[in-house]
């Protein structure tokens, strides 16, 4: 007993026995871990990183943010007694998905034998065998794709059957030919990952090609203006949408693509202005490049906005006339059922397609680690040295993604992703994607069951603020 209490003659008040070796007397216990919730290694490093480059970061890839509700927080609630599931082969699930059909408006809307489809991605953040490759993939399935900002990549025209064309605030290489040439045409007013500002493209990927395009200077850093230069509201984006329809004859559908901020109110704007299909992209969307503090801390997640979406169309008379495609962050059949059941008429994929592709596969280790990362922890997407060459305009990099192998690769993707939707519809008894609904599900959280208004799970009645 003695012992644990001995006295160090040099400090007759110190411990000796049972103190930790090492520590300074009288150091709070916090001593040697920091552990400081506040100022943890990361904002340590992030308020360093700050003072020497004089500027905020910018990285590619999606949010990092921690505290975001998601769709793993829903499951599903199959058949069991009270309704009978469909026989899994021997039972059809439709999944065909029509958008924009609003006749005396739109002559040709768009049919694609899937609910998902490939986001739009530009011509500059992607290489050209990037995209060729996305729409190849998707027309074998037959979904589609869209050009993102930056104008009609031939390669990826010829390669997809179904093309949406995007005009962007920069109205970077708009072409009236173009937009005679596309199936749809989706008027960007914002995106998940960096709503409230424009497109970025950092100098390393403005490559001769891209800035031919775009007709900028090659190798300097592209920002993109964020407001359309000839609207300015509902009253403008009305008529602006009609010089559209009168631009390609009434064929095509009207896309209208924000990030999701205010959907309750940006929504019920957009379908009164007339556009046909409203592309809502949640926070976790992806991008070529954004400020960092922009991907984490702007914006509300997709599960949060779904709801808020849908109840505008409905409480504006809108819901049977105007199509909602949710995105951001959707990784597969589970996430897009799960958005079809809360409301969505289809669902957008970006980052999954590209991972599909091979961003983030395991090889060429050695360039993952010259840039400091490794493979699957890749979001060096802004820099254009990505080493499976789907985000670089490097011709050497370029070379190393094979167009047919990646092609297939997003087939297969895409084909799985659906095969999960019409496992899950078919589970809880419906002969139609589009027939799941806010009851085939319930919510594992608090926070889930009131951003939704789906029911508790065990409590089966929703929980609203």
């Given at each position: 007993?003695?012992d644990?209490l001995?006295?160090d003659?040099?400090?007759p008040a110190a411990?000796?026995a049972?103190?930790?070796?090492g520590?300074p007397?009288?150091?709070?216990a916090s001593?040697?871990?920091g552990?400081?919730?506040?100022?943890?290694?990361?904002?340590i490093a992030d308020?360093?990183?700050?003072?020497?480059?004089?500027?905020?970061?910018?990285?590619?890839f999606?949010t990092f943010?921690?505290?975001?509700?998601?769709?793993?927080d829903?499951?599903?609630?199959p058949?069991?007694?009270t309704r009978?599931p469909?026989?899994g082969y021997?039972e059809?699930c439709?999944?065909r998905?029509?958008?924009g059909?609003r006749?005396g408006l739109?002559e040709?809307?768009?049919?694609?034998?899937t609910?998902v489809y490939?986001?739009?991605m530009?011509f500059?953040?992607?290489?050209?065998?990037?995209?060729?490759a996305?729409?190849?993939?998707?027309?074998?399935?037959g979904s589609m794709?869209?050009?993102?900002?930056?104008?009609?990549?031939?390669d990826?025209r010829?390669a997809?059957?179904v093309?949406v064309?995007q005009?962007?605030p920069?109205?970077?290489?708009l072409?009236l030919?173009?937009?005679r040439?596309a199936?749809?045409?989706?008027?960007?007013?914002?995106?998940?990952?960096?709503?409230?500002?424009g497109?970025?493209?950092l100098g390393?990927?403005?490559s001769q090609r891209?800035?031919d395009?775009?007709?900028?200077?090659?190798?300097v850093d592209?920002?993109?203006?964020?407001?359309?230069p000839?609207?300015?509201g509902?009253?403008?984006?009305?008529?602006?949408i009609e010089?559209?329809?009168?631009?390609?004859?009434?064929?095509?559908?009207?896309?209208a693509?924000?990030g999701a901020?205010?959907p309750r109110y940006?929504?019920?704007?957009a379908a009164?202005?007339?556009?046909d299909?409203?592309?809502?992209?949640g926070?976790?969307?992806?991008?070529?490049?954004?400020?960092?503090?922009?991907?984490d801390h702007?914006?509300i997640?997709?599960?949060?906005a779904i709801?808020?979406?849908?109840e505008?169309?409905?409480?504006?008379?809108?819901?049977?006339e105007v199509?909602?495609?949710?995105?951001?962050?959707?990784r597969?059949?589970?996430?897009?059922?799960?958005?079809?059941?809360l409301g969505?008429?289809?669902?957008?994929i970006?980052t999954?397609?590209l991972?599909?592709?091979?961003?983030?596969?395991p090889c060429?280790?050695?360039?993952y680690?010259?840039m400091?990362?490794?493979p699957?922890?890749?979001?060096h997407?802004?820099?254009?040295?990505?080493p499976?060459g789907?985000?670089?305009?490097?011709?050497?990099?370029?070379?190393?993604?094979?167009?047919?192998?990646?092609a297939e690769?997003v087939?297969?993707?895409l084909t799985?992703?659906?095969?999960e939707?019409?496992?899950l519809?078919?589970?809880?008894?419906?002969?139609?994607v589009?027939?799941?609904?806010?009851?085939d599900?319930?919510?594992?959280?608090?926070e889930?069951?009131?951003?939704?208004?789906?029911?508790l799970?065990?409590i089966?009645?929703p929980?609203?603020?």
């Amino acid at each position: 007993m003695a012992d644990d209490l001995t006295l160090d003659h040099d400090d007759p008040a110190a411990f000796v026995a049972g103190s930790v070796p090492g520590r300074p007397a009288g150091a709070a216990a916090s001593y040697e871990s920091g552990d400081s919730p506040r100022w943890t290694p990361h904002a340590i490093a992030d308020v360093q990183a700050k003072a020497q480059l004089g500027r905020y970061q910018v990285r590619g890839f999606s949010t990092f943010q921690r505290n975001l509700p998601t769709l793993d927080d829903l499951v599903f609630v199959p058949a069991t007694m009270t309704r009978l599931p469909l026989e899994g082969y021997r039972e059809d699930c439709d999944t065909r998905t029509v958008l924009g059909d609003r006749p005396g408006l739109v002559e040709n809307p768009i049919e694609l034998d899937t609910p998902v489809y490939i986001a739009s991605m530009s011509f500059g953040a992607l290489s050209a065998t990037a995209k060729a490759a996305l729409g190849h993939g998707a027309s074998r399935v037959g979904s589609m794709t869209c050009t993102g900002e930056g104008g009609m990549l031939e390669d990826e025209r010829e390669a997809s059957d179904v093309l949406v064309y995007q005009m962007t605030p920069s109205r970077y290489m708009l072409d009236l030919d173009h937009l005679r040439r596309a199936d749809a045409i989706e008027i960007a007013v914002g995106q998940g990952a960096k709503p409230g500002t424009g497109g970025l493209l950092l100098g390393m990927k403005v490559s001769q090609r891209v800035a031919d395009m775009r007709t900028l200077p090659v190798e300097v850093d592209q920002r993109s203006t964020v407001r359309h230069p000839d609207f300015l509201g509902a009253d403008d984006l009305r008529v602006k949408i009609e010089e559209l329809r009168e631009a390609v004859d009434y064929r095509v559908p009207i896309f209208a693509k924000m990030g999701a901020t205010r959907p309750r109110y940006d929504v019920a704007i957009a379908a009164k202005a007339g556009v046909d299909v409203i592309v809502l992209d949640g926070m976790e969307g992806g991008t070529n490049a954004a400020p960092e503090l922009l991907l984490d801390h702007t914006g509300i997640p997709t599960i949060a906005a779904i709801r808020a979406a849908r109840e505008a169309l409905e409480d504006c008379g809108m819901a049977d006339e105007v199509k909602l495609v949710v995105a951001g962050g959707i990784r597969g059949g589970v996430d897009a059922a799960k958005a079809l059941a809360l409301g969505a008429d289809a669902v957008m994929i970006g980052t999954a397609a590209l991972i599909a592709m091979g961003c983030n596969s395991p090889c060429f280790v050695e360039d993952y680690e010259a840039m400091g990362t490794a493979p699957g922890r890749c979001h060096h997407c802004h820099t254009g040295l990505c080493p499976v060459g789907i985000q670089t305009q490097d011709p050497e990099l370029e070379a190393r993604l094979d167009v047919d192998a990646a092609a297939e690769r997003v087939a297969r993707f895409l084909t799985a992703t659906t095969m999960e939707i019409s496992l899950l519809a078919k589970a809880c008894g419906k002969s139609s994607v589009h027939n799941l609904e806010p009851e085939d599900l319930r919510a594992l959280t608090l926070e889930a069951a009131a951003f939704t208004g789906v029911d508790l799970a065990g409590i089966d009645r929703p929980f609203d603020w």
